[in-house]
Antibody, heavy 116, light 107 residues
Framework: EVQLVQSGAEVKKPGESLKISCKGSGYSFTSYWIGWVRQMPGKGLEWMGIIYPGDSDTRYSPSFQGHVTMSADKSISTAYLQWSSLKASDTGMYYC?????????WGQGTLVTVSS | EIVMTQSPATLSVSPGERATLSCRASQSVSSNLAWYQHKPGQAPRLLIYGASTRATGMPARFSGSGSGTEFTLTISSLQSEDFAVYYCQQYNNWPHTFGGGTNVEIK
């Protein structure tokens, strides 16, 4: 069974850094792209970008380019989403999802709250 | 980037009725269009991919149609568990943009 398990909820202050994770199991982690999707409070889904763990090829949405970094450690089947300096507007739920054409398997989500 | 526009934003439907949701792309995405169901507190769930193929385990009352720039998701007879927000997404071009969603609510 394909599973994506994300790290737990985070509460941070503006300006702090953060790295959240998404661990894949039940499939060949290096053979499928992993995408990241944001949902801000009361809003819709936004596609942030995607990484191919096999060679770390990464594509970012222009809306998120330069503000987040995606990475992957294939030795532990884990993808990461990180911020070097959080803003209050980064508050939201973040999902990882495995791409097989469309996005067929999703993590449970990581809630990130940024507040002073 | 390709802009995905969903209509209506909210659809009020009685249980047992038919619901028709629309999704329009700003340029052709061929058949590389997916529909997702999203309920509060849960992860989104893939319903339809390739514009018209039901994902594994999805009930037959869900159907998708269209190609190019115009797409439709039809729920033939709404069940209580179908009240949720539905998103379309194109995966033909980077970035893989979502529509703004249609909230299907109980009438």
């Amino acid at each position: 069974e394909v599973q994506l398990v994300q790290s737990g909820a985070e509460v941070k202050k503006p300006g702090e850094s953060l790295k959240i994770s998404c661990k894949g199991s039940g499939y060949s982690f290096t053979s499928y792209w992993i995408g990241w999707v944001r949902q801000m409070p009361g809003k819709g889904l936004e596609w942030m970008g995607i990484i191919y763990p096999g060679d770390s090829d990464t594509r970012y949405s222009p809306s998120f380019q330069g503000h987040v970094t995606m990475s992957a450690d294939k030795s532990i089947s884990t993808a990461y989403l990180q911020w070097s300096s959080l803003k209050a507007s980064d508050t939201g739920m973040y999902y990882c999802a495995r791409r097989s054409g469309s996005y067929s398997s999703w993590g449970q989500g990581t809630l990130v709250t940024v507040s002073s | 980037e390709i802009v995905m526009t969903q209509s209506p934003a909210t659809l009020s439907v009685s249980p047992g009725e038919r619901a028709t949701l629309s999704c329009r792309a700003s340029q052709s995405v061929s058949s590389n269009l997916a529909w997702y169901q999203h309920k509060p507190g849960q992860a989104p769930r893939l319903l339809i991919y390739g514009a018209s193929t039901r994902a594994t385990g999805m009930p037959a009352r869900f159907s998708g149609s269209g190609s190019g720039t115009e797409f439709t998701l039809t729920i033939s007879s709404l069940q209580s568990e179908d009240f949720a927000v539905y998103y379309c997404q194109q995966y033909n071009n980077w970035p893989h943009t979502f529509g703004g969603g249609t909230n299907v609510e109980i009438k």
